[in-house]
């Protein structure tokens, strides 16, 4: 859960609650902190690293520190990223940007302090990294996710058990026959240069349009509509 400050002035998450942060950064230099919700003026708390947490799917800047035992969301601040807040006697609710009808209400504790639930936190999806050693591909994928290797290069490597244990499995029911790829052979073609005629035109007209002929050729874009015969 997170406490909602209102004499805070910046958004704060303890290090052991990093996981809900978004694109969490370390900072280069350390910020030295005084006078944060439960920090003594005379203390060495400092902010370590900085994100966004996503309240209400609104993303809100935070900092991270490795010192806080506690969350906080100033509530300036989200006043500040489009949130209204209201406070009333025994009550404590937010309304999200471009919500003109839904109000959260927050968690009230004991002590009068109240926090956010997890309900309004959305955390960021962990990264998940397939394992190439769980299946096989086609000799096809194989070339074209090593850079478009040589067929022959490929049939070596099958050859050699370390390239298996890293992953490298090709399907036993790959084809044989000839290795041809669209994309190696439109990289292996070359283009025909291409010699305006040398002859002289006899109208104006005629000049004109080999020269726009000209022109097209010299950028690769070939149209019959300016050629004239």
């Known amino acids: 859960m997170i406490l909602l400050d209102g004499g805070a002035n910046v958004c704060c998450i303890r290090g052991a609650d990093a996981d809900l942060v978004f694109n969490a950064e370390r900072l280069e230099k350390p910020i030295s902190v005084e006078g944060v919700h439960g920090t003594p003026e005379d203390s060495k708390v400092k902010l370590d690293g900085f994100g966004s947490i996503c309240l209400c799917g609104v993303y809100i800047p935070v900092f991270i520190s490795q010192h806080l035992t506690q969350n906080i969301v ?13 406070k009333e006697k025994g009550k404590v609710q937010i309304q999200p940007p471009g919500k003109a009808t839904t109000w959260r209400e927050l968690h009230l504790d004991s002590d009068g302090r109240a926090y956010l639930g997890e309900d309004m936190i959305t955390r960021p999806v962990p990264v998940q990294i397939k394992d190439l050693k769980l299946g096989m591909a086609s000799r096809e994928l194989w070339h074209a996710r090593l850079g478009h290797r040589a067929y022959s290069y490929l049939d070596a490597m099958s050859r050699f058990p370390q390239y298996a244990e890293a992953g490298f499995k090709v399907e036993p029911s790959s084809r044989r026959g000839p290795d041809t790829c669209d994309t190696c052979l439109l990289a292996k073609s070359t283009k025909c240069h291409f010699h305006p005629p040398r002859s002289r035109a006899e109208e104006p007209e005629e000049a004109s349009a080999r020269l726009r002929w000209c022109m097209d050729t ?12």
């Open 218 to 229: 010299s950028t690769g874009l070939f149209s019959s509509r300016v050629r004239r015969s």
């Open 74 to 86: 100033s509530d300036g601040v989200l006043v500040d990223q489009g949130f209204k807040v209201r």
